[in-house]
């Protein structure tokens, strides 16, 4: 094995005999590779924020001021697409 994941699971994972990780251990590993990798940064906030806020303030505007004019199913990826 190698790379950069990979020396996390060998340093978290000591129990050779065990086949497979328990959620603590899976966890710290995953704690461990997410802040090393700086993935907490402005970019990771945008983005959240385009991904998942723009998509979801406008589908409630557009619920708010015309909720028949254009079907969920379309408006919500069209929005998602155009961020």
Known sequence: MSGFGCYHFQEHFKD????SLTIEEF???LQK?????????TGA????????????AALFVKQGIMPKALPN???IPAITSAT
């Open 45 to 56: 906030r945008d983005m959240f924020l385009y991904i998942f806020g723009v998509p979801a």
């Open 16 to 19: 050779k005999g065990k086949s």
């Open 73 to 75: 199913e379309i408006f």
């Open 33 to 41: 590779v997410i802040f090393e990798t700086g993935f907490f940064g």
């Open 27 to 29: 966890k710290k590993i």
